[in-house]
């Protein structure tokens, strides 16, 4: 009698990659618009060229400067995201240590230094802005709202996580892993799902109290407690509208804190018995990952524009008011962490490698 075995599922060694060549076409396309602004002078989203752009660290980049420099960095990782397609022969050591270092601090500054809190504030906002669109409410100009400058920068996200993607599957390619999970036989004692769960669980709980507090400010505020702050104040606030902005931005940190905790929680794992038609069945990992990484992201390039200008610092009788934002680095580390304690838990085996 002849036994037939089943395949034994190996690494495919040369399956395209997608993210690399997605991440040179994204980042050439924009290389390609900010050499035109170059050439034309015009089109510069940044600088003195975005009114609301005094908290974002491209303030003190020259106008003249930022097309050019944009254009060499941009068309650069395009070329650097395209060597990296192809071929798994592991490159010399320094080679790979300088595509690695230039890709890396490109997907960075894409990823967290372009942006600004005025990302994470529309991801709040978007809410209110949808819904209360066709009923007039409320009563913005959309056209000041979403403005090129905000295009640019949730591009400039975009191609950051693009590169970020393409030169970590690189790495995991050329060092001999699996590029979709990173395992390569070797017992990491930490990646475990069990270790996951403990050091996850301490994250998580970080990642959720910090913008809870946050919210804690901003709706009180609403309903007329001077939290922290004068009455004066307030009642400005209260007249300018700003009350109401910040309660929307707090309510959207309160919804964020509660589902950070679901990354720890079983009901982050299996829906509800509330939620009819999904009750009981299991919650994709990436319908948790995939956004849980965009906010960090957004946390921690918010963090890093209100920190480095020079007004957050100057604490007056609104202090409160900026005092929890304080906690917002810790935040965005915390909430990365966690988001890759749930991956490490969730993801079983993998299918392109069969490793768990």
Do not use: K
Not at 17 to 43: F, M, N
Not at 130 to 143: L, M, Q, T
Not at 151 to 158: E, G, I, M, Q, T
């Amino acid at each position: 009698m002849t036994t037939t075995l089943p395949p034994t599922r190996r690494p495919t060694a040369r399956r395209s990659d997608r993210l690399a060549p997605l991440a040179a076409a994204w980042l050439g396309l924009w290389g390609v618009l900010a050499l035109l602004c170059t050439v034309t002078g015009a089109g510069y989203p940044f600088g003195a060229n975005d009114p609301g752009g005094e908290i974002n660290l491209l303030r003190l980049v020259p106008t003249t400067v930022g097309p050019p420099l944009f254009a060499a960095l941009l068309l650069g990782a395009a070329v650097a995201a395209l060597a990296m397609t192809g071929s798994t022969r592991r490159p010399g050591r320094a080679l790979r240590t300088l595509l690695s270092a230039y890709a890396w601090t490109v997907a960075v500054l894409l990823a967290v230094v372009v942006p600004d809190v005025g990302v994470l504030t529309i991801l709040g906002y978007a809410p209110i802005l949808i819904i209360g669109a066709p009923f007039g409410w409320p009563p913005v100009d959309y056209a000041e709202v979403f403005t090129w400058a905000l295009f640019a920068r949730f591009a400039a996200v975009v191609g950051g996580v693009l590169l970020a993607g393409a030169v970590l599957t690189w790495r995991r390619r050329t060092a001999g892993a699996c590029p979709a999970c990173g395992r390569d036989g070797t017992d990491h004692g930490w990646t475990s799902p069990a270790s996951a769960a403990r050091w996850g669980r301490w994250v998580a709980w970080v990642a959720a109290t910090i913008p809870a507090l946050y919210a804690v400010t901003r709706l009180a505020w609403a309903v007329g407690i001077p939290l922290g702050i004068e009455q004066s104040f307030l009642d400005e606030m209260r007249d300018s509208g700003m009350v109401w902005a910040g309660a929307g931005l707090g309510g959207f940190a309160l919804v964020g804190a509660i589902l950070t905790l679901g990354l720890v929680q079983r009901w982050g794992e299996r829906f509800p018995r509330w939620m009819v038609g999904l009750a009981g069945r299991p919650v994709p990992v990436r319908l948790a990952v995939v956004p849980a990484t965009l906010v960090a992201v957004a946390v921690t390039a918010a963090t890093l524009g209100l920190l480095a200008t020079p007004d957050f610092w100057d604490f007056g009788e609104a202090s409160l008011a900026t005092a929890p934002m304080l906690l917002w680095p810790f935040w965005g580390v915390a909430l990365g962490a966690a988001t890759y304690a749930y991956h490490l838990r969730r993801r079983g085996a993998c299918r392109r490698c069969g490793r768990d």
